[in-house]
């Protein structure tokens, strides 16, 4: 057991323009993507991007063992087609190579520099995607497999929409500001996903029975907080998790209607006979470093106990209602029931699963940094949570959220109901370091923080060394011209002389990294010896 795997966070980004408060939000999000784009193409930033290859997309198989149709999906499940602000395009870099086409019609960013076509969908120098999901802009941080690193790369998507917004005020586009969180109170949610890799010999049952309890529970140290509940926030009053009050189902493939705690897209983006990808949709967009890292490295080792058999055999009798019903006790008292008739406080589950984890740990001599730092910080939070939850403020987002509210009600004499608090809410979540609450509070040391913002301008720049998106951000920066589409699984190339793209691709996401494939760049080689000496490693591997 061990609290590394790996992991790959996306978050959707809330998007207005104060000057037209209702701008269509699409077109923003499209601004600050393109916006992005351009960067990358003036040389203002030590990135490559390409196309997003759609290719190995298949969202709408289902881990049940069926595929819904393409009639029966609600439109935002289609993510196999390229967004766009007007008529919708499809780009698809394996139909091109397989169909003999000619490589020339691919045209990679910065060949794009006279194009009045705007960028929608990119691969970032880091290995990460930047694109326009529906009305935001996301990023879906590069391949990882350590919580640490998880934060990191996540982070990093922060400054990535810091600098984009910038650029789209320096081309004249006005001020766009940026939230990192979850929902506009006027019935919208947007996600905060989780993608982990689990192996496909798991039984998909094992994985809802194991999870559900603990989903419905973590929220209680990785939730962000919210004013108002119900979809509507018609109740003005504070909660801990944004996303409890927009799920309805228990298991089920959506993510924008009908969401289900656990959803069932069977889509591994990797060797399908081998893995699958367990995508969470469940949890809040955090800007707490320590409430991410909490939130990544629990779930890796609950999943741990799942795989070998250990979890906690917990049953909730309506998973559902207990979900917001903790998400509505800011008290952490409130019990939920079990179907064997036993009530217990969220704290309670977590303790089960925690337990569980370090008894594990303790019979197999489970010593890892990261699996003990994960043990250590997890038992230190419930403690505090059961005994004095204010303490744990530095570390929970909610909690140090909900204090600041607090206090500024007290000192004004107003309710949770005064429009200066829902504002509150929403500046908790602004992306400008020198406006949203919770970087004020970071910068006076109330908030812990893992990494500096040197670290974080790292990992903007350069991909995690240990998986394939090494391989990924490299050759886009290395061979950027090159590079026609990428996605998860492979990257396609224009070769000097060839008519037809070459495909690369990469099915083993824990493969394509540093130590397999450094000294191959580190060769400064030309494109098609690149290519060319690739294979044969590939072919001995």
Not at 23 to 48: E, F, K, M, W
Not at 110 to 118: K, P
Not at 278 to 300: K, P
Request: include cysteine; aromatic fraction near 8%; charged fraction near 25%.
């Amino acid at each position: 057991m061990s609290a590394r795997r790996l992991v790959g966070l996306e978050t959707e980004y809330g998007i207005i323009r104060p000057s037209m408060p209702k701008a269509n939000a699409t077109v923003l999000s499209a601004q600050i993507v393109d916006a992005y784009a351009q960067l990358v193409r003036q040389g203002r930033i030590h990135l490559g991007a390409a196309r997003w290859d759609y290719s190995d997309e298949s969202p709408l198989q289902d881990a049940r063992g069926y595929r819904v149709s393409r009639e029966n999906a609600h439109p935002t499940q289609l993510t196999d087609v390229e967004p766009s602000v007007g008529e919708q395009r499809v780009w698809d870099a394996e139909s091109v190579a397989l169909d003999a086409g000619d490589a020339r019609i691919g045209q990679t960013i910065y060949q794009e520099q006279d194009s009045n076509e705007v960028v929608m969908n990119m691969v970032l120098g880091n290995g990460a995607r930047f694109y326009v999901d529906h009305a935001h802009p996301e990023y879906s941080s590069p391949e990882v497999t350590t919580p640490r690193a998880a934060v990191l790369w996540d982070q990093a998507g922060d400054e990535v929409m810091r600098q984009a917004a910038e650029q789209v005020r320096l081309l004249g586009g006005g001020e766009l500001l940026l939230y990192k969180n979850n929902t506009d109170n006027k019935a919208v949610s947007y996600g905060a996903h989780e993608n982990y890799l689990v192996p496909r010999a798991v039984e998909f049952s094992s994985i809802v029975a194991g999870l559900t309890p603990f989903f419905v529970s973590r929220q209680i140290f990785c939730g962000s907080g919210r004013v108002g509940r119900g979809q509507l926030g018609q109740d003005p009053h504070f909660q801990i998790s944004q996303r409890a009050d927009f799920f309805e189902a228990e298991v089920g493939l959506e993510t924008t209607v009908n969401r289900p705690i656990i959803n069932t897209r069977d889509e591994p983006h990797a060797s399908w006979e081998k893995y699958r990808r367990l995508h969470v949709i469940i949890g809040d967009a955090n800007l707490g470093q320590v409430s991410t890292l909490l939130r990544v490295g629990t779930t890796n080792l609950v999943l741990e106990l799942i795989e070998t058999g250990n979890a906690p055999v917990l049953e909730l009798d309506d998973p559902v209602a207990a979900l917001q019903q903790i998400s509505h006790d800011t008290g952490l008292r409130a019990t939920v029931r079990l179907r064997d008739g036993r009530l217990m406080t969220a704290i309670d589950i977590q303790h089960e699963y925690l337990n569980a984890a370090e008894a594990y740990c303790a019979q197999h001599l489970v010593t890892d940094a990261d699996t003990t730092e994960i043990l250590t910080r997890w038992r230190r939070t419930l403690e505090l949570l059961a005994s004095d939850p204010a303490a744990a403020a530095s570390t929970v987002d909610w909690i140090a959220k909900h204090q600041l509210m607090t206090s500024f009600a007290q000192r004004h004499q107003v309710g949770f109901d005064d429009a200066r608090i829902a504002l509150m809410d929403l500046q908790w979540a602004d992306l400008r370091q020198d406006k949203g609450l919770y970087y004020r509070l970071a910068a006076r040391g109330r908030m812990e923080t893992l990494f500096s913002a040197e670290q974080i301008a790292h990992a903007v720049t350069s991909p995690p060394e240990d998986t394939r998106a090494y391989f990924r951000g490299m050759v886009l920066q290395r061979y950027p011209e090159n590079v026609i589409a990428a996605n998860w699984d492979a990257m396609s190339f224009s070769l000097p002389g060839a008519r037809k793209l070459r495909r690369v691709p990469m099915p083993d996401p824990l493969a394509s990294n540093r130590a397999e494939l450094g000294a191959l760049f580190d060769a400064e080689l030309e494109i098609s010896e690149f290519i060319g000496e690739l294979a044969k490693h590939q072919s001995v591997g």
